[in-house]
């Protein structure tokens, strides 16, 4: 069989779906030829010789994409679809929630497996990809926010006199929540940070952080913001409003703020106000992780920089791919993983176990048809 890694063609998009070290794995049995296309890896820091090195024969975007199996970061775009071969294995984030894109990809034939809906068990996290790109993302939010913020992080006290460690607050913590906290309390931060979820209070308080608590006003509440199989539900209004005051009250003393909460297959809960963001400090730094999926912030921008009254919002997209090195090679170690289900690395054998629950759960087209979610 021919294992496909085709160069991303998405604007801004740095990763490729495998690496040397998952090639060299996938080769290992001498069964399969690795194709990848020409030039796949260069954006992260991965010339072909490095491919060609670990077994793999390099070819042209033709080639890669009308593979058996396809190894894909993000979704074929329309260009790339009709080069796909019926019947294919398609691996990739392919937005399983834009309906229209997987019908497309189904009318191509391919049997996708989107791994944004692996479920959250155990035996999936070596293929988690979400929580594996949010680790990224939740760490370069804070390089961002350094960078874009005009004094020091950590308290310094010098001859010239003491400096003041920047106050940062973080909403949303689930992975990239947690790995911002852990980063800026590197950078030696004062951290507070708070989530829908009250189970992440523990975790929160021991990164060294504190917690900002929003009451809940009945068990209702408290059933919903428990959330379902580890992600977040829609909060009612009145929690969301209640919110809205606590944050607004804490964003007044905020030197950088962080937010990253996100709801599969919603928009974004808007956490920020435009009064809010009016009430902060000159100089203050907004980095909105969820500005893909509309954004927590007011006013946030997807890949902008925004000025309101002196503080910088910053609405960069895919921050993983700005941290391409790694990102793919944590990428394409979830991707082998998942692979590994049906292709014994080893022996060559491949064979889709068709009743694995992670493979029923990712499967999102076959035969030509869109698979209804169960
Ligand atoms: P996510 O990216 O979907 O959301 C980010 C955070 O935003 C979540 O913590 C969510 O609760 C929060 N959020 C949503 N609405 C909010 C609101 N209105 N106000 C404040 N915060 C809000 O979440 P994620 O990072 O993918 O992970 C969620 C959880 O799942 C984490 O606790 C993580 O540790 C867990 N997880 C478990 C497994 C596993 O068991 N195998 C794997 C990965 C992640």
Redesign the pocket.
Known sequence: MIIGIPRETRAGETRVAATPETVKKLAASGKHTLLVEAGAGAMSSIPDRDFEAAGAKMGSADQALGADIVLKVRGPTPEELPKLKRGAMLIGLLNPFDAAAVQSYASTGVSGYALEWLP???R??SM?V??SQ?NIAGYKAVMIAANAYGRFMPMLMTAAGTVKAARVLI???????LQAIATAKRLGAVIEA????PS?KDQVESLGAKWVDVPYANDEERKIAE?VG???RP?PPEW?AR?AEVIHERCKNVDILIT?????GRPA?K?IKAQTVAAMKPGAVIVDLAVEQGGNVEGSELDKIVAKNGVKIVGFGNLPARVATDASALYARNVINFLALSLNAKTGEFAVPKDDEIIKATLICENGAVVPRG
Do not use: E, F, K, N
């Open positions: 959250r068990i155990t999936a996290q988690d979400l929580s949010a909403l949303g913590v689930g992975v990239a929540g708070s989530d829908v979820r992440v959330g580890g992600y977040a909060m969301m919110q990253t909460a996100l709801i599969p809960p956490l």
